[in-house]
């Protein structure tokens, strides 16, 4: 065994470092070439215009992050501040709270780096992707493809970076293993709690946005979406940035992050796993080896130039990147992995390890190509919800629900198959295996998924400077596929929160000593009872948040018509800063409640009632968690395509009786795929990781109110 | 001890039995106090048209009970088959699978015979309380109130006697207590079964025939609710009786002799309350106290001859008997239980067990309680959602949908409580009992919820006569406390579903000899997942079941109204036949893919994966199944009454934009309320007694997938 890792840790360790260096090289070659490309018009007006646009949108965003980033910040510094003071547990001389305290905050800075490099770039590419297309629909794509791919690979090459950088440091000072993988945790604690604020946040931004500027312009006003005159039209176009791309990337950041951790902190309970540098970092190795893999798959992703559509090239950049990750991992796991070792009690080999890896992998592309078939207006399920619109908007929200509700099935099969393939085979290590194996891939789900955005806003900007219908039917073409891709970008994130909440969920057991979770213990039933709950309420309150948001949107946006009728006429010039202003005041206001749910129920609970009632708790988020959060971005993404099915002419197309029952059932949807959907992944594998992070302290300090009552 | 229980057991078999008939004598003298009424009208022709309606709304609601009960028959002979073929696990010459097959006969036998009973009734008092509106609101009040009440001790008394019947025709065969009780679980399964016909199909029916008598009527032709020019105004007001008596009493019926039976089970594993009379019949004692304790409390049940609402009066029923019951359940437990006894392995004392009763009762108390905070429009939610549809039917639907899922929260929280209590002081038996104890005063929430459909009838029948407007504004009084208590009556249903499946559960673990069901095993969690999506999917078929049969109606009224323009002049007569078969069809068709799924899952999964799969698969359904359900039924209820609310004048009143976007939630919240949200009750407990009787099965046969894998 020996002679296979003679490399030693030094190896290892450089191999990760190289990948990680490889992304951040890829992540700034496209960044160059995107920024590289000149925003030039036809006219000097027109040049004006384009600059003009693009900076407001990059202001905006730019806005909004700083805005987002001073409460992360002051949110995290507090947070950092209990666990220092609860976190303390063990009687050596290190104390164990500052070092978690340090990996959160490191953690909370990295995914806001790479949000705001995500976001930086996106508002970049989205006029240069605009500019392309006077020339041809593939240059327009390779801009719009390659600012996503600065997202992806940028993102992945800081997590890649920041876990191993974590481990060597702390590496040196703790001896004790399962000591420093716990403290790592905290990194991944730190991800999540900039995504909790990313994707709720954003998700109420953008939403906020996106219905305040449709409900007064398109429908109040009749005027078209995207159109200059819109107050809000800025503001919607960075809530597009916001939500998908800051809100998306800190989310998969949260997922790479905590799944390594989950996987480190399991791990670490073997001795096996300890004596041996690659089975120490193989977690990190997953991640490493994807970065080169999606760097080939990229070279496939050329559009032709005859091509009337992007989207079998984007759906095909997933099946390749799938592929080829399957050859690297059976090589990494067998020529590289132990070929068995001992953990938790359980003789694991690495075909266990392979299969597990492999089930996460491809449970990911099958959840994936599902949400497209019931996300996408090419198959039935969508084609019934726009013909249920013929009797009124009743049905069409009947019809989409009822969509959701079953599109549930394979996902939750399929993700209940890798459960219990990878358990069964490798215990809850293979469970973090099969998380990773899922998001291995994810430099260029990130960038095919941040490709979205980009058209979108590239599509409002050709409107907004008035450019030729033919150049806006190319960029409207590249935001269809865009969509497509975003619903099975949102399968593959919540498959990956799942496996991850999981993993975490295990962890967090394997760190209170907690062998075995009988359900049928009081405590833990109720526990699973009120953990069901938490996703309806949390969707409720991010609903609302999001109703209560675009209602202050819609006073403003009617507010300027009303006070400035030279708008509408052209004379008079639109205030965006102020929309903008709004969305972000009022996204961060209204992400307190659900925010502090997330934060505060498995810290309450698990102090109040102990861990194994905090584990039953856990469980039964997961459950309903998983099923709440598929069937509302599927149930939003098929009410949006209904509507773009009629817009396209089907059952009278614009206009129609139809049409205005589908564009009821798209602003339902709204929230639904964009907030509250997306947002359920945060919760799961938040309150998993708090209850990790925290684990030490509920088993010394936990069930209080159980104590009294005794 | 013994002196205490001297009587032995042909005493209490002989009180149990009293009371049993003094549940059937009081409703045989209301049917007659009802019967006797005389049909007449002020003229000729208004005799004959209230002989004509009535007849025609009882013949069309006997044609759908024929045609269910047909297929139940069928269904349930070729179950019984299933049963005999598959149950015959020991060797002793008694044959286990024909006696549960027989019991299971007589179980769906007698629910439907209550089911058929209630309607009945119900068809002869609707026009009744329409004569004796003419008179006063008083006089309306108690010919309403008594129609239900038949139902109310019919189906209690009932249930009484067939369970005590079931025990002593068993217990002189068979010596062995355990077996005999797990025959006896036939019974429920039997009246769960008959349930599940009643409830999925029943609501259904109801709302096809609603919601296509609305969309051609209302909407598309402008003639108001309840014209006799509708065709589907018959079927409509069949659908009221269907749903909401033959579903919710087949429900009740089915809580009630399930959760006996679950405490039955359990009890009869100790040996010490095998050895006593009064202890075995406890679970039955329970029940069969409730019945004079509801008679005491319908004397209460007068209304005040300047009285304007009904709602006050109803609302106090329910508080006046769970006072009353408290007391009783006080008594006999503490005079009559024995003092102390051994129940798996855990010494239980009957303090604790009338803790875990009276905490079912109370919290069924709350569950009422908050039900109607949510779903009233005196109180702040439902005015938030009709506030919300001032900007359109999207918005209303969205915070509709967050009123339903942010209701969940106390009812979830005091299910919890009371299942921790009850399960901690008296193990799995004390679940049972608390079920037992929510449903204890089941005559009177039955009397109650039966009075409303009476009432609604008894409205439209005012309508389709042509009264004068007091009497229409009387029966209206009548008809809005009728959905009040509408949206009670389903969360005690709902609550009690959840502690009876629960029950059932735990009767199935103790049967199928499972002592702790560990969480950490792969198999269960991957249950536990594929159970949470259950009920999702579930949701889904139902409402599509309602979308597709209310678009059968549509054709056919659009048909009606299009071949005879006569109909909608008044010189032509409507064919109120053709509609009533069309959704009595149509009810039977759609409810064959849920129920398929309901029936079929514990059998095939329980058999591939065995029972341990199989408890994490019904611990999943209960997780989510308890929040869907709660919310479905709050959404529906809100979204209606924000209707009403609007219609009673707020926000521009009927007419106004607001009362269209209003229009659109109470369409969608139809088959919320009335179809998917009840019929998930019958889901979590058909799926957990299926699993209980076929549990000597699965211990035997089951897993063979597990098998062949390894």
Redesign the interface.
């Known amino acids: 065994m020996d002679d296979k890792h003679s490399g030693g840790t030094s190896l290892v360790i450089f191999l990760i470092y190289g990948s990680s260096l490889m992304a951040m090289i890829t992540a700034l070659y496209f960044a160059r070439s995107v920024v590289r490309i000149p925003v030039v018009g036809d006219t000097p007006e027109q040049e004006a215009k384009f600059k003009d646009i693009s900076e407001a949108i990059a202001e905006g965003a730019m806005a909004f992050l700083a805005k987002e980033y001073k409460y992360v910040g002051i949110f995290a510094i507090a947070f950092a501040g209990l666990m220092i003071l609860t976190l303390d547990h063990s009687n050596t001389p290190l104390h164990e709270g500052v070092y978690s305290a340090i990996s959160f905050l490191i953690g909370a800075l990295t995914s806001s780096l790479s949000a705001f490099l995500g976001m930086k770039i996106a508002t970049m590419g989205n006029v240069r992707t605009t500019i392309k297309a006077k020339i041809g629909l593939s240059e327009a794509f390779s801009v719009a493809f390659q600012s996503g791919a600065v997202m992806g690979f940028g993102l992945v090459g800081l997590a890649v970076f920041g876990l191993i950088t974590m481990c060597i440091a702390y590496g040196s000072i703790i001896e004790e293993k399962e000591l420093l993988m716990e403290m790592v945790a905290g990194f991944g604690l730190g991800g999540s709690t900039a995504a909790l604020f990313g994707r709720v946040g954003g998700g109420i931004y953008t939403k906020a946005a996106d219905v305040g500027a449709d409900?007064v312009g398109k429908?109040e006003q009749g005027i078209p979406e995207d159109d200059p005159r819109n107050p809000a039209v800025i503001a919607d176009n960075v809530g597009d940035n916001v939500g998908d791309i800051a809100g998306m990337g800190a989310d998969l950041f949260g997922s790479c992050a905590e799944a390594t951790c989950a996987a480190l902190v399991i791990g670490a309970t073997s001795a096996a796993i300890a004596a041996d540098p690659f089975a120490i970092y193989f977690p990190i190795i997953i991640s490493a080896i994807g970065i080169p893999i999606s760097l080939i798959t990229c070279f496939f992703a050329r559009l032709d130039s005859k091509a009337t559509s992007a989207e079998p090239i984007l759906k095909k950049q997933l099946l390749i990147s799938t592929v080829l990750m399957t050859i690297a991992c059976i090589v990494i796991t067998k020529w590289g992995l132990l070929e068995s070792f001992v953990i938790n009690g359980k003789t694991v080999t690495n075909t266990n390890v392979l299969i597990s890896l492999l089930s996460g992998l491809w449970s990911g592309l099958l959840i994936g190509y599902v949400t497209e078939f019931y996300t996408s207006h090419s198959y039935r399920p969508v084609r019934e919800v726009a013909d249920?619109s013929n009797?009124?908007?009743?049905?069409n929200?009947?019809?989409g629900?009822?969509?959701?509700?079953?599109s549930?099935?394979v996902p939750?099969?399929a993700?209940?198959?890798t459960?219990?393939l990878s358990?069964?085979l490798a215990g809850m290590y293979g469970i973090a295996i099969a998380a990773l194996g899922m998001i291995s891939t994810i430099a260029i789900g990130l960038t095919i998924d941040a490709y979205g955005p980009v058209s979108d806003n590239a599509g409002g900007i050709a409107e907004m400077v008035e450019l030729g219908p033919e150049i806006r039917e190319r960029t409207d073409l590249l935001d269809a596929a865009g969509n497509t891709t975003a619903a099975i970008g949102k399968g593959f994130a919540i498959g990956s929160a799942l496996l991850t909440a999981?993993a975490l969920f295990?962890a967090f057991?394997v760190r209170s000593n907690?062998?075995?979770?009988?359900?049928?213990s009081?405590?833990?039933?109720?526990?699973?009872?009120?953990?069901?709950?938490l996703p309806?309420?949390f969707?409720?309150?991010t609903?609302?948040g999001?109703?209560v948001a675009a209602?202050a949107m819609?006073e403003e946006v009617r507010r300027q018509f009303r006070e400035k009728p030279g708008i509408l006429k052209g004379t008079e010039k639109p205030d965006h800063r102020t929309c903008v202003a709004i969305s972000t005041a009022a996204a961060i206001k209204e992400m307190i409640a659900p925010g502090m749910l997330v934060m505060l129920t498995p810290l309450v609970f698990g102090y109040l009632f102990g861990v194994e009632a905090l584990?039953?708790l856990l469980?039964?988020t997961?459950?309903?968690g998983?099923?709440m959060a598929v069937?509302a971005s599927n149930s939003g993404g098929a009410w949006d395509n209904a509507k773009k099915y009629i817009e396209a002419g089907a059952l009278g197309g614009k206009g129609s009786e139809a049409h205005k029952a589908a564009?009821?059932g798209d602003?339902?949807g709204d929230?639904f795929k964009d907030t509250s959907g997306p947002s359920i992944n945060i919760l799961m594998k938040l309150m998993a990781i708090l209850s990790l992070v925290f684990a030490p302290f509920f088993v010394s300090h936990g069930g209080v109110l159980l104590k009294f009552l005794k």
Do not use: H
Not at 391 to 395: N, R, V, Y
Not at 514 to 520: E, F, H, K, M, V
Not at 522 to 533: D, K, R, T
């Open positions: 409900l429908v249920a009797t009124g908007p009743a049905t929200i009947i019809y629900l009822a969509l959701g509700y079953k549930s099935v939750v099969i993700l209940a198959v459960v219990y358990w069964t999981l295990a057991l907690i062998q075995a979770l009988d359900l049928l009081p405590l833990v039933f109720a526990g699973l009872l009120v953990g069901g709950m309806f309420v969707t409720a309150q609903m609302k999001v109703g209602n819609i584990a039953g469980a039964g997961l459950v309903t998983l099923v069937s564009v009821v602003t339902v929230p």
